[in-house]
């Protein structure tokens, strides 16, 4: 069954601190990896889109990695700001990246305290 | 500004009264999809549309219906609304349903509707 795992559920940090979230899946055939940004209430915006053969994606202060062989991500964000808080959602891509076939993540829910 | 419009943001309404949530985009996609998002459940897929007059079933489309007749709408129907369909409701477009053939896949979000069936 395709999945994706997202760890932790929750976390708490302080601004200015770094942090990484993780997303595993068992989704086959793989396409690409995106991470979405969620604002509570709001919409999710995307953050990065890695396909097969990308291992590292930057965007701004996030940082995401992807290792196909043992099907990890991370997102890593680098010096955490108050508007960092939000849900971070992993979303994975299957049987030739149709988004008929998108599986998504529950979601880690940051927030950054001053 | 490029953007995808979803109306009703907020809706109450009670059993069995048909509703209709409009979702409309700007940017020419081709893909158009619908959410669900539920604490502790994450955003679960409706029905996804792959063009015009083009629908299918995604994870969860029991008691929803849609069309596709234009490029720009895909409205989301519930003909007689039940309590666990309360929830925040997303519409999303692209460019392209694929990844890497011919546009970068990235999904646009509606800001998101929050529909309460008593």
């Known amino acids: 069954k395709n999945q994706v795992e997202q760890s932790p559920q929750s976390l708490i940090i302080l601004e200015g601190k770094n942090c990484t979230l993780q997303c595993n899946y068992t989704v086959s055939p793989f396409s690409n990896l995106r991470w979405y940004k969620q604002d509570t209430g709001r919409g999710p915006v995307s953050l990065t889109i890695?396909?097969?053969?990308?291992n590292t994606k930057s965007n701004g202060r996030y940082t995401a990695t992807l290792d196909a062989d043992t099907k990890q991500s991370s997102l890593h964000i680098t010096a955490s700001q108050l508007s960092d808080s939000a849900s971070y959602i992993c979303v994975v891509s299957a049987s030739g990246g149709s988004q008929g076939n998108l599986i998504f993540g529950k979601g880690t829910k940051l927030s950054v305290k001053p | 500004e490029a953007q995808v419009t979803q109306n009703p943001r907020y809706l109450i309404t009670v059993t069995g009264k048909k509703l209709t949530v409009t979702c409309s985009q700007n940017m020419n996609h081709e893909y158009m999809s619908w959410y669900r998002q539920d604490p502790g459940l994450g955003l679960r897929q409706i029905y996804y549309?792959?063009?015009?007059?083009?629908?299918d079933k995604g994870d969860v489309p029991e008691g929803y219906k849609v069309s596709r007749k234009e490029k720009r709408n895909f409205p989301l129907i519930l003909e007689s609304p039940s309590p666990n369909q309360t929830s925040l409701y997303f519409c999303?477009?692209?460019?392209?349903?694929?990844?890497?053939?011919?546009?970068?896949?990235?999904?646009?979000f509606g800001e998101g509707s929050r529909l309460t069936v008593l």
């Open positions: 890695m396909t097969f053969s990308e």
């Open positions: 999303a477009s692209s460019l392209s349903a694929t990844a890497g053939q011919g546009g970068t896949g990235e999904l646009f």
């Open positions: 549309s792959m063009n015009v007059e083009v629908t």
